[in-house]
């Protein structure tokens, strides 16, 4: 049946509380298909608490039937972060002085661990919710206290109906890229004898050799509740490791999503006799899994080469359950580019509130993103989609 919806003008944006969303039906649904649904989104507000304030936008029409809901979160962003300036001398004096230099109250819409999506209801399309929340935002983000307002990763498919946040004043720029790998393969080894190099080849077995001679054995669960006190270390060692960091995982946002969302979950696991080495987060949503969270023993996982280990055993396990495409989160892009991985662009769409600021602020986004600086991707084929 064909979808018709009231028209951007005519509806209204306000917060809703959590309780109000408890007997909502269009926060049931705002992302029903997806692997992560609303479920998700009441996870992470309950377990990753760090410097985020959780919140939902309510989209009404005139009678003041809430017909889709929104999440969002406020935080304190520091806009040269991404291209570390806040690490430098000359910002380290400012601060001293101006501690709240370059760092803006900032509204953002989308997810804090995760791309961002547009919720849609059966009585709205994703163009009239993007239409109704450009309209409305900036307001918004006022009344909430917030200088800067974002639209977090979201994916390039949706920019045809984002164009509407570019007309009212936002600036949009690539975040740090997901990837996607085709398996449609019969095995792991005919992908790798028909999708990569004789010298990608040669080295990923020389790396699974030094992996295989080590006895891990792998276990699949969708729910590793009885594994949190052994896995949670090994997410906070890679953590610790990477170049950029937003969200940081609680041992409640594993233990819940095992346990409230074990559908979409599927946590893969490796062990070396009694001891737990790696492990892999991944969520499923039809014919794709997709990489979301790892954690490895650095003792152990650069002489192991873990993360090609515990790769190919996640898409070997992907392939045998009939899983066409292995996508992955952001970061991490050399194994990638040898893997055939292509890119999949997510965007930012950045404005500041106030008119004269939001001017300076598109005129510098494309310099402050960290993609412009990582040399990795430029090696891709298709790294210009990201723009």
């Keep these: 049946m064909e979808q018709h919806s009231p028209a951007s003008d005519s509806l209204s944006v306000a917060p809703i509380s959590r309780d109000e969303l408890r007997t909502c039906e269009a926060w049931r649904i705002a992302f029903a298909g997806r692997r992560k649904d609303h479920r998700y989104y009441e996870i992470i507000a309950d377990t990753i608490g760090d410097h985020f304030e959780y919140g939902y936008f309510a989209i009404r029409d005139a009678s003041g039937r809430v017909l889709a809901v929104q999440p969002y979160f406020l935080l304190d962003q520091d806009v040269l972060e991404g291209i570390k300036l806040d690490r430098s001398p000359l910002v380290a004096r400012i601060r001293r002085r101006y501690p709240r230099f370059l760092k803006l109250r900032t509204l953002m819409l989308g997810c804090t661990a995760g791309e961002g999506h547009l919720a849609t209801s059966a009585h709205l399309s994703a163009a009239v919710v993007a239409g109704t929340l450009a309209l409305g935002i900036v307001a918004q983000a006022r009344a909430l206290g917030a200088q800067m307002i974002v639209l977090k990763e979201f994916p390039r498919g949706d920019r045809r109906d984002l164009a509407c946040f570019e007309r009212e004043g936002f600036g949009r720029a690539p975040s740090m890229p997901m990837t996607t790998l085709d398996i449609d393969y019969d095995s792991f080894d005919d992908y790798m004898q028909k999708a990569l190099s004789a010298n990608t080849r040669r080295n990923l077995r020389k790396k699974f050799r030094a992996a295989e001679g080590s006895d891990l054995e792998m276990t699949v669960t969708d729910n590793a509740a009885s594994f949190i006190d052994e896995l949670y270390p090994l997410y906070l060692q890679t953590y610790e490791r990477s170049n950029f960091h937003f969200e940081k995982l609680t041992r409640d946002y594993f ?21 737990l080495m790696a492990f892999a987060l991944c969520m499923v949503e039809g014919d794709d899994i997709f990489a979301e969270y790892i954690g490895l023993d650095y003792d152990f996982a650069l002489d192991l080469h873990l993360y090609h280990y515990i790769s190919r055993d996640v898409i070997r396990w992907a392939m045998a359950h009939g899983y066409k495409r292995f996508r992955s989160s952001g970061l991490n892009y050399d194994p990638k580019l040898h893997l055939c991985h292509r890119l999949d662009p997510i965007d930012l769409y950045v404005r500041h509130v106030s008119p004269i600021a939001n001017w300076i602020m598109r005129l510098a986004l494309p310099w402050i993103v960290p993609v412009r600086y990582d040399a990795t991707l430029r090696k891709f084929t298709d790294y210009r989609q990201m723009w």
Excluded: Q, V
């Excluded at 233990?255 to 893969?268: P, V, Y």
């Design 255 to 275: 233990r819940r999503l095992g346990c409230e969302m074990s559908d979409k979950t599927r946590f893969f696991i490796w062990y070396r006799g009694n001891t």
